[in-house]
């Protein structure tokens, strides 16, 4: 499916138009800290969530999902404008298991076989310790 490059400029802009109250959904919501919930304070038309509904909950609960409604409006390749959820995958997990992991090593196997011993402090009290018994 080819798209034009006006076509992508239109869905661009729509596309922030939703982030816009995507941002604001989230920001402006109630936490009832009771019941462990946010609540949609307003009504929010274009990502069809109402007053009063739940948008987020610990239990028994399918949080709304930003790249499904993209897919409602009709967005073509979502992917252009949502990154991958981490734990799915994406440069951010590939970055963090495999590049991130092996420089940490690198590092610490580098300090651990260092040239320059330490060498131990002289002790105090000539290695009594603090107690004069």
Known sequence: ????????????AKVEELKVEWKR??????????RAEGIANQDYGSLSVDK????????NFKLLNFREILEEHGIDETFRFVQPNPNVGGWR?????TVGVR??????????FDDDVKKPQQLKKGGRGWLHV
């Open 1 to 12: 499916m080819e798209c034009s490059d006006q076509n992508i400029d239109v869905q661009a």
């Open 25 to 34: 959904l989230w920001r402006e919501r109630f936490d009832d800290r009771v």
């Open 52 to 59: 009063g509904t739940v948008i987020f909950a610990t239990r």
């Open 93 to 97: 997990k590939f970055i963090s298991s």
């Open 103 to 112: 420089n940490k090593r690198a590092r610490r196997a580098a300090c651990r």
